[in-house]
């Protein structure tokens, strides 16, 4: 079967715009291919009666793309644009350390003591080793990790190589997705998962694929983001934030005084921002912006709590603000700080350090302890009832009891059994979804319909029971005019006046 290829580039200089689009035309199957120059990026498939209809669509998409600016191009001469990727340089010594150590943990934990025949839950600390955090178990992603996500059925983790794993607490493999580029974050909204990955795109991960959710500009070196109630905030390396509402358009956009906009924050007030100056609340709605205040050195990372946010900086600092915009506890580190988390009500405030260090303190700024991650330098980091979760520049999710107990067995040189996990030769991975699955079975879930609003595509719910005039928030690269689907569930939107898709999707043949 011959096939007819064409395949166009647009790119602006000075940073803008570089991506591609493909169109392939297989006798009556039009196969549309996207993305970053690069990149192997998404791709669809659309099926026509006839062959000569193939064409005729394939033609109106080319067309399109060439009055936006598209040329005709060779694959391969333009090269694929930098994307910042946030690893932790430690030092050389630090490094050779920790590794060192790795390995001598395991040595010694692997040796049963004198009389007994099995291994024992506790062993005597090596010589010459630093006192590490009591580790209940850790797993080797691969590939320096930023994105963590821990709650009551899972820990996840997403990599620098797209890969993102879901374990259960005890420590054994769920799941794994693999995504087409780096995981930047990892971010929940209710019941919906979704991660921010490097090739300017948001997965949503809930059902039993990755699928995408939103395409935000590909030229945003996406840092950071946030989602509430569907609504997402994006940090990029510029220093910019920018929102942008269910249907995946932008409600609004704003330059901060600073860049390296590593911090995005949000909640049913507001927005927060942490970038090289410090950090900025805005308004939702109109991205006004309420607060400001500078940081000693620029945020590396941020958390938040009900009624405060943290903010931990490159001079080893946590500076701590109250939603209402006043200065709180700063809490001292020794070095450059790669992350922070806090405990319900900020109970217990911790940070992670370039030197692969742990602090804790108490809510009054009050240093508790300090003790070594013992896998490298915590990039990002989540506490979850009683316990520490961090993943590292060594691509390592490490799950810490932070009991006062194991600390305090911890710091008198007792090191904890620790469970090792590696990722698995064989995986069974589930890549991002750019098919759908078929049913004329209307009896299961919620029946969604694409129409045409003027120029765009909407999708409404056309079950009993919704209110119609709702527009329902849908992946905007499986839209088809008149197609319907049956979704798992649809559920309003906790601001009202839209609902969301949770599950899985399928179109009505």
């Known amino acids: 079967m011959a096939e007819e290829k064409t395949y166009l580039e647009f790119s602006e200089p000075d940073g803008g715009s570089h991506k591609f689009y493909e169109v392939t035309i297989k006798d009556t199957e039009v196969i549309i291919r996207y993305g970053r120059i690069g990149d192997q990026g998404q791709s669809s498939t659309s099926k026509y009666p006839t062959p000569e209809k193939a064409k005729a669509e394939a033609l109106k998409k080319i067309n399109e793309k060439l009055r936006k600016g598209y040329e005709q191009a060779v694959m391969g001469v333009r090269q694929k644009r930098k994307i910042t990727q946030r690893t932790a340089q430690m030092d050389p010594t630090e490094l050779a350390r920790i590794q060192a150590e790795r390995q001598q943990r395991r040595q010694a934990q692997a040796q049963p003591q004198s009389g007994s025949t099995a291994s024992p839950a506790r062993t005597s600390k090596p010589k010459k080793v630093t006192l590490t955090a009591p580790v209940v178990w850790e797993f080797d992603s691969g590939s320096s990790a930023l994105g963590i996500f821990i709650d009551d059925g899972l820990c996840w983790v997403g990599n620098q190589a797209g890969k993102v794993y879901a374990l259960k607490h005890t420590g054994e493999i769920f799941t794994t997705f693999k995504l087409p580029d780096g995981v930047k974050a990892i971010v929940a909204d209710d019941e919906w998962l979704y991660a921010g990955c490097d090739d300017g795109n948001v997965y949503d991960l809930s059902g039993k694929a990755p699928r995408l959710a939103y395409q935000i500009s590909d030229d945003v070196d996406i840092f950071w983001i946030d989602i509430k109630d569907g609504i997402l905030a994006i940090s990029d390396a510029e220093g910019t934030i920018s929102v942008v ?227 329902c928030q849908f992946p905007k690269d499986i839209r088809e005019a008149g197609a319907r689907f049956m979704v798992d569930e649809v559920r309003e939107a906790a601001r009202g006046g839209f609902y969301r898709v949770l599950g899985n999707i399928r179109k009505l043949a």
């Open 245 to 471: 509402n269910h249907e995946d358009e932008s409600q609004w956009t704003k330059k901060s005084q600073g860049d390296k906009g590593w911090m995005v924050r949000c909640d049913e007030i507001g927005v927060y921002h942490g970038h090289s100056k410090g950090v900025t609340m805005y308004d939702w709605e109109d991205g006004s912006e309420i607060w400001s205040h500078p940081t000693d050195g620029w945020i590396g990372f941020g958390w938040q709590e009900e009624t405060v946010v943290y903010a931990c900086t490159s001079n080893g600092k946590v500076h701590s603000f109250t939603k209402k915009g006043e200065v709180s506890t700063v809490y001292h580190c020794d070095a450059f700080l790669c992350s922070c988390a806090a405990a319900e009500k900020g109970k217990y405030v911790f940070a992670g350090d370039t030197y692969g260090m742990i602090y804790c303190f108490d809510q009054e700024g009050n240093r508790l302890w300090k003790l070594s991650s013992g896998c490298g330098a915590a990039q990002s980091m989540q506490y979850f009832k009683g316990h520490l979760y961090i993943v590292t520049n060594l691509g390592i999710l490490s799950c810490i009891d932070v009991s006062e107990a194991a600390i305090e067995a911890a710091k008198t040189g007792t090191i904890t059994a620790v469970k090792a996990i590696e990722a698995p030769q064989v995986e069974q991975v589930a890549t991002v979804a750019t098919t759908l699955e078929t049913t004329s079975d209307t009896s299961q879930g919620v029946m969604v319909e694409c129409y045409r609003e003027g120029g765009t595509l909407r999708v409404r719910v056309v079950s009993p029971g919704y209110n119609q005039s709702w527009h």
